[in-house]
């Protein structure tokens, strides 16, 4: 794509803003469906789908519905939350401080997760701390950083909230389990290699992958180390990692080598395997293989993205692949009904039939702070669906959103800082961890 090509797609993004007053909703008005009638999209996908014409369709998702928890990285073990619930014009309610933020060589990682009325974080120096969701307020703090231990980089990996207590992933290759309500330590069990993504919970088990490409099963009750089961090995990858997916007794593993293990959740036992690793890959990004998007299991079909530029959804009990797109991406699609929503690295969010691959709709999203001089690129983080609503953040510190029906843009709101987590949304609150740290909540 040519320089442009790509400048006027930013601006068609930009043009589509509207000019919020101050009594309007940041979400801007509510949309509802589409009526029946032929709707074509003129825009197109970038990365390798120049050629593909977007499909001219009538987009339906299930309705909102009410979630009081959002326990885990992707809320669910299969990382599936449908169609979420907020307010039609949400204010900010409250903004707190987890701890240490993003650095020159620091980042944030972790997802909140909220379970029991209380949100749990984990910062880049593995502390974790509770809030109360309703008031922000701090509830506890423990610090997972052993006293023998000079602080070092992406200590906080992520967290996971059940059965009464909280589990977390560090850099220095732990994983601990606390007391929900407390912060109290109750175990902590060394694994083979650091880990850069959160824990995913099921059935009383806590699953990882480490850096080294290993995936394992530790006991909830004590942590113990169930199974383990190696990957292919990969030298270098992206920052951070893709917390496993779970659901109907198997365990999707996604690993730095673009690979994807389908395991037993008892034994660990190989199912399948899949490498999600495009043939030509043209770019220094995309010359990574990594998969640091979120797999997501729903009706008996794995989706998953991997940054060397292929999206694919596979047969979860054989490991056939179904279909397969040329797109490029480091955060989990979003799927609602029988649709997938995802965000690609050249900052498009499109639309994607998940029964048959279909491209419905590509909305282009602004690339850069100064598009004139090509300076300060923008990372775009989600989506989530909400009331009707893709919400989006931007590391240059504005939030978005996008009909999900036709892909305009509806409005956009400044955050305290830049954002490069997805947000989540609980009990009819919406919240974002901003890169400085702040937890900010919208209701």
């Keep these: 794509m040519t320089v442009r090509r790509r400048l006027s797609a930013a601006a068609v993004a930009v043009l589509l803003l509207p000019a919020l007053t101050a009594c309007e909703s940041w979400l801007g008005d509510k949309e509802a469906p589409p009526l029946p009638g032929k709707r074509i999209s003129v825009l197109q996908m970038q990365r390798g789908l120049e050629g593909v014409q977007a499909e001219a369709v009538d987009i339906l998702v299930p309705p909102p519905e009410p979630s009081a928890d959002w326990p885990q990285a992707g809320g669910y073990a299969h990382h599936v939350m449908q169609h979420m619930v907020v307010a039609a014009q949400p204010r900010e309610v409250w903004s707190s401080d987890i701890g240490e933020g993003a650095g020159s060589r620091d980042r944030l990682l972790a997802q909140p997760v909220v379970a029991a ?99 394992l099963a530790l ?135 998940a029964r048959t691959g279909r491209v419905l709709w590509v909305t282009p999203l602004p690339q850069w702070e100064d598009p004139e001089d090509r300076d300060g690129r923008i990372l775009w983080s989600g989506p989530v669906l909400a009331s009707d609503r893709l919400i989006i953040a931007g590391s240059h510190g504005e939030a978005m959103t996008v009909s999900p029906y036709n892909g305009q843009v509806l409005g956009r709101e400044e955050m305290p800082s830049g954002v490069t987590i997805a947000p989540i949304v609980a009990d009819g609150t919406l919240l974002f961890l901003t890169n400085d740290a702040q937890l900010v909540a919208y209701r």
């Design 117 to 215: 009325g209380r949100v749990y974080t984990i910062d880049t120096e593995a502390k974790v701390a509770a809030f109360d969701l309703q008031s922000g307020r701090e509830l506890w703090e423990t610090d997972l950083l052993p006293e023998d231990e000079d602080t070092a980089t992406l200590l906080g990996a992520g967290v996971a909230v059940a059965a009464e207590r909280v589990f977390a992933t560090t850099g220095l290759a732990q994983v601990a389990a606390l007391d929900a309500a407390t912060g109290a330590e109750i175990w902590r069990t060394r694994v083979p290699a650091p880990l850069r993504a959160a824990p995913t919970y099921d059935g009383g088990r806590v699953f990882v992958v480490t850096v080294d490409n290993t995936a």
């Design 219 to 353: 006991a909830a009750s004590d942590g113990r180390i169930l199974w383990s089961q190696p990957g292919v090995g990969e030298a270098t990858g992206l920052l951070g990692g893709a917390a496993p997916a779970v659901d109907n007794g198997v365990v999707i593993a996604p690993m730095r080598s673009g690979e994807v293990l389908a395991l037993t959740v008892d034994t660990g036992r190989p199912l399948w395997s899949d490498s999600v690793i495009a043939a030509t890959r043209t770019d220094a990004g995309a010359g990574l293989a990594d998969i640091s998007a979120r797999p997501v299991l729903d009706d008996g079909r794995v989706y998953v993205v991997s940054a060397s530029g292929l999206m694919a959804a596979i047969d979860l009990r054989t490991g056939r692949r179904i279909w397969e797109l040329p797109v490029a991406g480091i955060e989990q699609p979003w799927l609602a009904g029988k649709v997938l929503y995802v965000l690609n690295t050249d900052s498009d969010l499109a639309a994607v039939d």
